[in-house]
């Protein structure tokens, strides 16, 4: 990414990353510093400095997808300008998450023979692109591609295959993909915006690295992420990204419910769920009251409900 300042982020490596959820639009502009930061040489994100956010409301978007190209560019442009603001700097491209596009998850096999009984970039790239073409048929656009494991003439083997003798190479590969429309509205939706895509990568995937260490996913851990309009899940197994979906429902379904059965404004609806709402039951729910107002701007009010 090139980038327009004064000179102070010279030498420097800098990324923006722009969130696209259903109730909010982040926009993040990292720094990576020449010399890491003492203490976290073993890590890939050593002196690794945010020094830009931008927050807005989210408009146009409806559980992931690009509703209101319009009202979505709007609320884009102005959480990359703030982030711009408070970084100092201009940015040109950004990597965008993605949770539209009715994600697909896939464990499979890809193999081929070796040309010299001894493994080269070039088998292990007939492999890959092999893999590649299996997960986009049927129209749809591969996001991720992961290789899990590689197997040199049936046996296993860790690290990189390449150099190792063998006559057939076999990779377990992890893809994951979307319909093609989604995502191209997505890409033009940044686009408009004046910003290339450097990358896209899914919710799911991003989410679990954030919250996650690598111990943890190398023991194995699930990743639940309820947003505003949709649901994402990942999961890690020895380390490896083996899963992820994305369904859309998420905590704004839960507060037009909670609106419906009380008869009660959104905003109230939004105020009980996040007070009283939990996913442990107790008998003293029974009996522990809240009292709300009602949609309806009658003169009965106040109304109560058990908190069950």
Same mark, same amino acid.
């Given at each position: ?9 010279? +030498? ?24 890491? #930061? ?26 992931? #997808? ?91 083997? +860790? ?51 954030? #919250? %996650? %260490? ?27 990204? #083996? ?11 839960? %507060? ?53």
């Amino acid at each position: 990414m090139s980038i327009r300042d004064s000179g102070r982020m010279r +030498g420097r490596n800098l990324e923006a990353i722009i969130d696209i959820g259903s109730s909010k639009i982040v926009c993040l502009i990292v720094v990576y510093d020449q010399q890491p #930061v003492p203490g976290q040489t073993a890590s890939p994100f050593a002196g690794a400095r945010v020094i830009g956010i931008g927050h807005q409301r989210a408009r146009g978007i409806k559980a992931g #997808v690009v509703a209101d190209i319009d009202a979505a560019e709007q609320s884009i442009r102005m959480a990359v300008s703030q982030a711009e603001r408070t970084a100092g700097v201009e940015i040109d491209s950004a990597y965008v998450s993605v949770s539209c596009g009715r994600l697909k998850s896939q464990n499979f096999a890809a193999q081929a023979r070796t040309e010299t009984g001894v493994v080269d970039n070039m088998d292990v790239a007939r492999v890959m692109d092999a893999g590649r073409a299996y997960a986009e048929r049927d129209g749809r656009s591969l996001v991720h591609l992961f290789r899990v494991g590689v197997q040199l003439d049936g046996i296993a083997v +860790g690290g990189e295959p390449v150099g190792m003798a063998g006559h057939e190479i076999a990779a377990d590969l992890h893809t994951i993909s979307a319909d093609e429309t989604p995502l191209r509205n997505l890409v033009m939706l940044i686009e408009r915006c004046y910003l290339d895509v450097a990358g896209l990568i899914v919710t799911p995937f991003a989410s679990a690295i954030a #919250v %996650t %260490t690598e111990e943890e996913r190398r023991l194995g851990v699930t990743v639940i992420d309820i947003g505003g309009g949709t649901t994402t899940l990942a999961l890690f197994v020895d380390g490896a990204f #083996v899963f992820a979906d994305a369904v859309p429902v998420g905590g704004q379904h839960m %507060t037009y419910d909670v609106a419906r059965s009380l008869q009660t404004p959104l905003e109230e609806a939004e105020r009980i769920k996040t007070l009283y709402g939990t996913l442990m039951g107790a008998q003293s729910d029974e009996h522990e009251f809240f009292s709300y107002s009602s949609a309806e701007n009658d003169e009965g009010g106040p109304y109560q409900a058990s908190k069950a």
